[in-house]
């Protein structure tokens, strides 16, 4: 079916108002064509786009370090998606010549794009490569999440972590300012090191003598998995998943060692 009139016109304000804060014309054509048709293959996005084939894959790839996009595999075919508008913010947040005319118009972007978000494209999970890329993860992860709900986590490693480390102590005012209930699962090693000093009074810990199952943090029905050796995530949107992570991670709070 052909968009009308209207959806037309919509579609050039927004491109129009990307390349204002960034982006170039070919990603955000292509960022809007993965917004209104769900996670999708090239050929799709190349025909609702507009963009060459042979160009395709590269501004797929810039929109994915942009922490704009990402895909799943699926039958070892990769199915690309568009992440939620709210992403741009994080986008602007990282350019270090941002200017108010960029920020204003980045608000009038996210509500005109809410409003077209297919629903169908979010999928089951999604994949964050690179520390900018893990932030947005995070940010999503706790997207929802209001003043004393409950962020849950497993910390496996035995003191401080070359990559994990100051990622989480950059991210703690963030999710301060959220007003979030911390609570994580270390083992004893950790507790006996001299980062584990470093930790801010606030941060709920507890110790136990046995292995741990990762990094993990579980947060509503999100799970967010981290390789910090390569630096990358998978962000798991799943009630029944979530669940299963919650009790478990309960049932240890119970018997590990303050």
């Not at 496996?156 to 963030?174: G, M, Q, V």
């Not at 003598?209 to 947060?219: A, M, R, S, V």
């Not at 981290?226 to 998978?234: A, E, H, N, R």
């Amino acid at each position: 079916m052909k968009e009308s009139q209207d959806e037309v016109i919509v579609n050039k304000n927004c491109v129009d108002q990307l390349i204002d804060v960034g982006l170039t014309p070919g990603e955000a054509k292509v960022y809007l064509a993965m917004i209104h048709i769900g996670p999708s293959r090239v050929g799709k996005i190349v025909e609702m786009s507009g963009v060459s084939q042979s160009k395709i894959y590269n501004v797929l790839d810039r929109l994915i370090l942009k922490g704009l996009a990402s895909y799943n595999l699926q039958d070892n075919i990769k199915y690309f998606q568009s992440l939620e508008p709210s992403r741009l913010h994080e986008y602007i947040q990282r350019k270090e010549d941002e200017v108010r005319r960029q920020k204003e118009a980045l608000t009038q972007i996210i509500s005109d794009l809410s409003k077209n978000v297919n629903a169908a494209k979010r999928s089951t999970s999604e994949i964050f490569i690179g520390e900018r890329s893990l932030r947005s993860a995070y940010m999503t992860l706790l997207s929802d999440s209001k003043r004393g709900d409950i962020l849950r986590y497993f910390y496996p490693y035995s003191n401080a972590h070359e990559n994990a480390s100051p990622f989480y102590s950059r991210f703690y005012k963030y999710q301060k300012s959220k007003g979030l209930v911390e609570r994580g699962i270390v083992n004893s090693d950790f507790k006996n090191s001299h980062h584990f000093k470093e930790i801010p009074k606030d941060v709920k810990l507890r110790h136990v003598n046995f292995p741990l199952p990762g990094t993990i943090d579980i947060f509503a029905d999100k799970l967010l998995i981290i390789d910090w050796k390569t630096i990358t995530g998978i962000l798991i949107t799943s009630s029944e998943i979530a669940g299963i992570f919650v009790d478990y991670f309960d049932s240890i709070w119970k018997i590990a060692q303050r």
